[in-house]
């Protein structure tokens, strides 16, 4: 497949369109159990307000492959990821009821470079918060 | 107990390689959703021109923190894993993973350093197959809270 984007169609500015991604309590156990991340804070309520934290908040690495997917998606192989990274700025707080919270993603290009590389600048907020700052994606179009 | 700064460049090599499977991709693609062809379907992944599905970007994490672990485990670094939130993480591909690679993780602290109360521990994890070949490095930053505040009481 490789990318399905090609490198000349894509300006700096180009935006990918918003994504909403909900995440429930189900889905952090899911997450613990396929990343082996068992931190109580991310299933456990009285663990986490015992360390402060309002809730049960979602692992930023859960929501860190959710922004991720906004560009995957965009050019379609994963493969063409060249890098990626985030700091976690806020937690995503996920209530235990049926709807659980939502992340919202949006992507700009903010840089071409050689070899057919673009960076993407992505956001994610949940709950009113930006949860995600300095995140940043490298991808090579076609 | 301070971080003991000492241990900035000290390695940690994974007890044993780790199995890339396509059992733990769909796992792990499934939990976080994502139905790309790619990561369950190998004509798929073929016709993409990989020799198998490939792992998702963020996957490398369980190989990332699993040399945390080791980390934080010996008693010299002396590094409170209750206090540890994860405050950025950074992956490098020169490919993605995929089923049937079987891989070494040397972690090495790259960087120890103090804000405040807080204290942030850099690891540079190299991932690559047990042939030598580099196939990501994840960069994991640790914020340790409190530790040296509790120091300067």
Request: glycine residues 18%; hydrophobic residues 35%; proline residues 18%.
């Given at each position: 497949m490789a990318a399905t984007i090609r490198y000349t169609d894509v300006e700096v500015g180009t935006e990918l369109p918003e994504q909403v991604y909900p995440v429930r309590r189900l889905d952090l156990v899911r997450y613990a159990g396929a990343s082996g991340?068992?931190?109580?804070?991310h299933w456990n309520e009285r663990v986490a307000k015992s360390v402060g934290l309002p809730n049960v908040i979602a692992h930023g690495m859960f929501t860190m492959a959710e922004a991720g997917r906004l560009v995957t998606d965009w050019v379609?192989?994963?493969?063409?990821?060249v890098e990626y990274g985030v700091k976690f700025s806020a937690p995503v707080v996920v209530p235990d009821d049926d709807e659980g919270a939502e992340i919202s993603v949006s992507g700009v290009v903010k840089e071409k470079r050689d070899d057919n590389q673009v960076v993407v600048a992505l956001t994610a907020r949940s709950g009113g918060a930006k949860v995600l700052v300095r995140a940043n994606a490298v991808v090579r179009l076609a | 107990m301070a971080i003991n700064r000492d241990f900035v460049g000290r390695e940690y090599r994974a007890a044993q390689p780790y199995d890339v499977t396509r059992g733990k991709i769909r796992e792990f693609a499934g939990a976080i959703q994502d139905s790309n062809a790619l990561y369950t379907d190998i004509e798929a992944a073929k016709a993409a021109g990989y020799p198998d599905v490939i792992a998702p970007p963020t996957f490398p994490i369980i190989l990332g923190m699993d040399a945390a672990a080791q980390a934080a485990v010996d008693?010299?670094?002396?590094?409170?894993f209750s206090r540890v939130v994860h405050g950025q993480q950074t992956f490098r591909y020169s490919r993605p993973l995929r089923a049937g690679d079987v891989v070494d993780t040397v972690t090495r602290i790259a960087e120890i350093k103090t804000l405040g109360a807080t204290e942030m521990v850099t690891l540079e994890s190299e991932i690559s197959t047990v042939e030598g070949e580099h196939v990501v490095t994840s960069v994991n930053m640790l914020v340790v809270r409190g530790e040296a505040a509790q120091d300067q009481k």
């Open positions: 991340d068992f931190n109580p804070i379609g192989d994963p493969g063409a990821l | 008693p010299e670094l002396g590094l409170d």
